[in-house]
């Protein structure tokens, strides 16, 4: 069975870095593509981005040039890097699998991110 | 970017009624997934590629719709049924979410 697990600090300061890591079992990242989503106080879900089979990356425009991910093939794992970040990146962030004509079908359980000083 | 609108926002309904929930883009797309989502866990694909069941989703489930009106149906309201249920779209980039339909038992 596929499984995805996120790690990664739960509490961040206003202007710092987030740095979180995805970690896969069951496939390969140099497979398909992978996925971050993040789901606001409030329910309402944002996407983030994503990594290909072959490391190629889209991001969502809305981040500009605060977001980047990456990926580690040798321990199978993916990461999501978000500069300078503010009380409005408060979210609970999620490692996901899925593409264009494929649902997002592996979730990680999400890891619950506070910005604040 | 393409905006879902999902409505209502907050329903219930009896064990056996039948349930409707919409989801409206703002332009065209192809196909709409739909997610459950429960307090405490991940959101588990739930129809895919507007009226495909996902695993495990009971028959009673079904979707439909095309450019910029889908639905997503429940036959006969169960209580395992509560929860929150998304539409998604990725016909246009980024992928995009709606704000979610609240389905509670009556």
């Known amino acids: 069975e596929v499984q995805l697990q996120e790690s990664g600090p739960s509490l961040v300061k206003p202007s710092q870095t987030l740095s979180l890591t995805c970690s896969v079992t069951g496939d390969s990242i140099t497979s398909g593509y992978w996925n971050w989503i993040r789901k606001f106080p409030g329910n309402k879900f944002e996407y983030l981005g994503y990594?290909?089979?072959?490391?190629?990356?889209y991001y969502n425009p809305s981040l500009k040039s605060r977001i980047s991910i990456t990926r580690d093939t040798s321990n199978n794992q993916y990461s999501l890097q978000l500069n300078s970040v503010t009380t409005g990146d408060t979210a609970t962030y999620y490692c996901?699998?899925?593409?264009?004509?494929?649902?997002?079908?592996?979730w990680g359980q999400g890891t619950s991110l506070t910005v604040s000083s | 970017q393409i905006v879902l609108t999902q409505s209502p926002a907050l329903m219930s309904a009896s064990t056996g009624e039948k349930v409707t929930m919409t989801c409206s883009a703002s332009s065209s797309v192809g196909y709409i997934y739909w997610y459950q989502l429960k307090p405490r866990s991940s959101p588990k694909p739930w129809i895919y590629l507007t009226s495909n069941l996902a695993s495990g989703v009971p028959a009673r489930f079904s979707g439909s719709g095309s450019g910029t009106s889908y639905s997503l149906t429940i036959s006969s309201m169960e209580a395992e049924d509560a929860a929150t249920y998304y539409c998604q779209q990725w016909s246009g980039n980024p992928p995009t979410f709606g704000a979610g339909t609240k389905l509670e038992l009556k």
């Open positions: 996901t699998r899925g593409e264009r004509f494929d649902p997002f079908d592996y």
């Open positions: 990594i290909t089979y072959s490391g190629s990356t």
